[in-house]
């Protein structure tokens, strides 16, 4: 298969339909309505309306859509129950709404599994990411994350690199096929995630161009990304051609956009200005309790989305 066609194509024009930017008001000043769309297609997780939409998941994709969310992020998919995954796929399909990242495979979060180069380890990965093409559709989910693990500390970066690609370009041989594409997620060490192999975008740049596939992506995390290099507008654009999802969080705190240092009405009016058309997957707590709490979520989102 010709590989670097159809990702960039895909974005652009996959989820057109559902974004609707000329909802948006133009003016600061102006009434924002409640249900209108936005220019960047944010997608929540569950639990994120829970005091108002209820615990109920069938509720909350309603009250997210009611909102004008398009899209939903839910790292621990891969975990629900079959059942629960088609009634989810269901709903959304009804409501026309997106499926952004799950976790496609186990995070090795304080041992080397890919930078080892280990076989085992390598099909044990590839097997998780097997498993998760079925749940990719009975969600009509495209994206799925890859984190490659814990730095190996006995091997240098090189040779890790080398092992990190090899896994790679095993995995993206099982999703070409079903056009589906995993996102590799660089995480800071400062506040979440010290070890990781992969902590920069440049790095997963390399990788991606190394690995070579449309199925093997760059998850541009904004949140980490502020932590590990700053420079976001920048590297952006420095990586645009391997960035295939974002995700959302403030600094610091990895609360809603507004609470922290990042100024995201500037970043989201240059993403949106570069024509990306995908998920933005709002993978951050709510600064505040309870249902007041929730209504300032979308009031945040309103707020850096009105460009």
Known sequence: ?????FIKKGLVTAAAPLIGSGLIAKSRSEKIVSDQTFNLNYAPHFGMFKHNAGDDFIDQLQFMYDHGFRSLEDNGMKGRSKQEQN????????LQMIMGVFVAHKIYWREPNLTSGDKTLQDEFVQNVKDSVEVAKRVNATWMTVVPGHVDLGLEMAYQTANVVEALRRASDVLEPHGLVMVLEPLNWWANHA?????????????CRAVDSPSCKILFDIYHQQITEGNLIPNIDKSWLEIAYFQIGDNPGRKEPTTGEINYLNVFKHIYNKGYKGVMGMEHGNSK??????MAVIEAYRS???F
């Open 1 to 5: 298969m010709k590989r670097r066609s």
């Open 87 to 94: 009634r989810i796929g269901k709903k959304m399909n009804q």
């Open 195 to 207: 070890g990781q192999f992969l902590t920069e975008i440049p790095q997963a740049y390399e990788i």
């Open 289 to 294: 309790a309870g249902k007041d709490g929730e």
């Open 304 to 306: 850096v989305d009105n």
